[in-house]
C-alpha cells in the first residue's frame, strides 16, 4: 500500500550569526538526511533527547519550517510538484505541547474550534464545532462560551484536538502533545487520541521524549541522534531488542522498564556533541562504548536487520562489510 507520507533525505540546517554583522557563521546541522514513511492508519512515534531534530522535523512536515533539500511526498503527491504548501497544511495538522500559548485567549472556545472549520468553508462551522467539542468530552453547553484561560491543560488540549479535528486532516503531527499532563489526565488523552484515530481513520506521528507513552500509542518507533535516524522499527521488536547502542541507553535509562526486560546498557554520560560541528562518521561515536576505528571514518545506513528486515539500524555492528571487528556479532553486551 502507498504511504500517507513519506521523505526522502529531508535536510535542515539553521544559520547560526554573529559578530558585529550578524554573518553566517555556522550551521546547526537540524535535520540531516532523514527518510521514513508512515502508512494510511499507522501511528509512527519518535523518540530521542532534546535537541535530535523531532520538532524541526514535525514543522517540515507542514511547512512551518522550510525544508533546505529532500523530498517530502504526500498521498503520493511531492510537495513543489504536483501538491502545494497549502494543500499540505490543509491534510497535515499539528498538536503541540504548549496549549495555552496555541490558542487565542480572545475568542471563545466554540469560535477556536469553529474557526478551522469555516477555514475549510464547511457548513454550519458552529454545529461542527460543538459535535467536535462534545466528541473530545467537552460538553458544548458547558465549554462553548468559556476563555482558554477557564480550563485545564486537559481541557485545553481537548480544545487543540478538536480544532485539529475540525479543519479534516489525514495526517495529525503530535509533538509532545500530552508531555504537560498529569499522568491520569495523560492517559485519558491518550485514549481519546486512539479512539479518534480509529474513528476518523486518521494516521500520526507521535514525538515525545517520553517512551511508555510513545509505546502505549505507536505501531513503530523511530529513534533519532543528532539530527539522523538511527534506528526504526515495530514497536514489539525495538521493545525486545535494541539494536543501535543509543537505543538502548535510552531505553535502559527508562525509569518504569522492567527490571528483567532492561538492557544493561550504562545510562548515557554527558550532553549530546553540539549539532553544529557533529562527530565524523558515526555521530554517536563519541559516546558509544562499541566504537571502532571504522565508525570515526565511515557514516553507517539505515538497513534492516539480517533476521526482520522490518527493524532498521545504523549501526557498523550489525554490517558484516563495514569493517567493524564486532560486526555480524549482534550488540555485544
Ligand atoms: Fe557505536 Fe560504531 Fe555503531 Fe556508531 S556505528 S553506534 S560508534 S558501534
Ligand atoms: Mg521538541
Known amino acids: 500500500a502507498q504511504p500517507l507520507i513519506k521523505v526522502q533525505n529531508l535536510k535542515k540546517y539553521f544559520p547560526v550569526r554573529g559578530g558585529p554583522l550578524g554573518r553566517v557563521q555556522a550551521q546547526v546541522q537540524a535535520v540531516d538526511g532523514v527518510s521514513f514513511d508512515v502508512a494510511k492508519g ?14 524541526t522535523t514535525a514543522k517540515l512536515l507542514i511547512g512551518l519550517t522550510e525544508r533546505d533539500q529532500g523530498d517530502i511526498i504526500f498521498d503520493g503527491l511531492a510537495l513543489g510538484e504536483k501538491l502545494s504548501l497549502k494543500d499540505l497544511r490543509r491534510g497535515v495538522q499539528m498538536v503541540f505541547q504548549d496549549s495555552y ?15 478551522g472549520a469555516r477555514v475549510q468553508g464547511l457548513d454550519k462551522p458552529e454545529d461542527r464545532a460543538r459535535k ?16 482558554p484561560h477557564e480550563l485545564s491543560g486537559g481541557q485545553r488540549q481537548r480544545v487543540n484536538i478538536a480544532r485539529a ?40 506521528i507521535f514525538i515525545s521524549h517520553d517512551l511508555n507513552v510513545v509505546r502505549y500509542i505507536s505501531d513503530r518507533i523511530l529513534v533519532m541522534y543528532l539530527g539522523e535516524v538511527v534506528e526504526v522499527a515495530p514497536v514489539a521488536s525495538i521493545w525486545a531488542e535494541q539494536a543501535h547502542p543509543y537505543t538502548r541507553s535510552l531505553f535502559s535509562a527508562m525509569p518504569s522498564m522492567d527490571p528483567d526486560n532492561r538492557t544493561k546498557e550504562p545510562p548515557l554520560s554527558g550532553d549530546p556533541p553540539n549539532p553544529i560541528n557533529p562527530p565524523s562518521g558515526c555521530r554517536f561515536h563519541t559516546r558509544c562504548r562499541f566504537k571502532a576505528d571504522v565508525c570515526k571514518t565511515k557514516t553507517p545506513k539505515l538497513a534492516g536487520l539480517s533476521v526482520n528486515a522490518k527493524h532498521m539500524v545504523a549501526c557498523h555492528l550489525h554490517d558484516a562489510d563495514s569493517g567493524h571487528p564486532k560486526a555480524g556479532q549482534g550488540v555485544p553486551s
Open 42 to 55: 499507522e501511528t509512527l512515534g519518535i523518540v530521542g533527547e532534546s535537541g535530535c531534530g523531532k520538532s
Open 101 to 115: 500559548a496555541t490558542l487565542n485567549p480572545r475568542m471563545t472556545i466554540e469560535a477556536s474550534v469553529a474557526f
Open 132 to 147: 467536535l467539542m462534545d466528541r473530545v468530552g467537552l460538553d458544548p453547553a458547558r465549554f462553548a462560551h468559556r476563555y
Open 165 to 204: 479535528l475540525a479543519m479534516s486532516p489525514r495526517l495529525v503531527v503530535l509533538d509532545e502533545a500530552v508531555s504537560a499532563l498529569d499522568k491520569s489526565v495523560e492517559a485519558q488523552v491518550l485514549n481519546l487520541l486512539n479512539d479518534l484515530r480509529a474513528e476518523f481513520g486518521l494516521t500520526y
